[in-house]
């Protein structure tokens, strides 16, 4: 027995694995290459197109902050020229109140003029017609001194209790 001894089926394996390696190559390596090209070329363009998106998204988050930014600004505007708006209005009101309160109190001090003014007037008016009757009554009587001092106590004590 020889130790290297050649089997015909040995050569018609390798011939037949060479074969199949020729039709492989010659066949399904250029597809399979061309088909791994074409996917490596898509795996390329969809990760610039995510790296496109994903600028364009930052994009439109900048603008969208921006504008944010800008719409806080102007309510913040809004609300202060409200506050003052109100703060001079609430300025004109207490104004206008307190001119106000001031015409209530001169017309009150008007009339409590007009009303003491008034009182006075009848009050000598009272007195000049009490002033009248006691000056009647002396000369009816014709009272002596005595009687006429009793007369003039007697028209104190009415003056006194009459309602002013």
């Known amino acids: 027995m020889n130790p290297i001894h050649f ?10 694995f060479l074969l199949l390696v020729y039709i492989l190559r010659r066949f399904a390596w250029n597809p399979l ?15 610039a197109n995510a ?6 998204a ?32 609430a300025a004109e009101i207490l104004a206008a109140a307190h001119g106000e309160a001031e015409k209530i109190k001169q017309s009150a001090l008007a009339d409590i ?3 003491r003014d008034r009182a006075i007037a009848q ?11 006691v000056a009647e009554k002396i000369i009816r009587k014709n009272l002596d001194v005595r009687g006429q001092e009793d007369m003039i106590e007697q028209f104190i004590q009415e003056v ?3 309602p002013c």
Request: hydrophobic content about 40%; overall charge negative; charged content about 40%.
């Open 7 to 16: 089997d015909l089926t040995l050569v018609v394996q390798v011939l037949s």
């Open 33 to 47: 290459i061309t088909m791994m090209e074409e996917r490596r070329n898509q795996i390329e363009a969809n990760i």
């Open 51 to 56: 790296e496109k998106e994903r600028l364009q």
């Open 58 to 89: 930052e994009q439109i988050k900048r603008e969208y902050q921006e504008e944010m930014r800008k719409a806080r600004q102007e309510a913040q505007e809004v609300i202060a020229k409200a506050t003052k708006l109100s703060e001079q209005r």
């Open 113 to 115: 003029e007009r009303e």
């Open 123 to 133: 009050v000598q008016a009272q007195v000049a017609d009490l002033s009248v009757a």
């Open 160 to 162: 006194g209790e009459l």
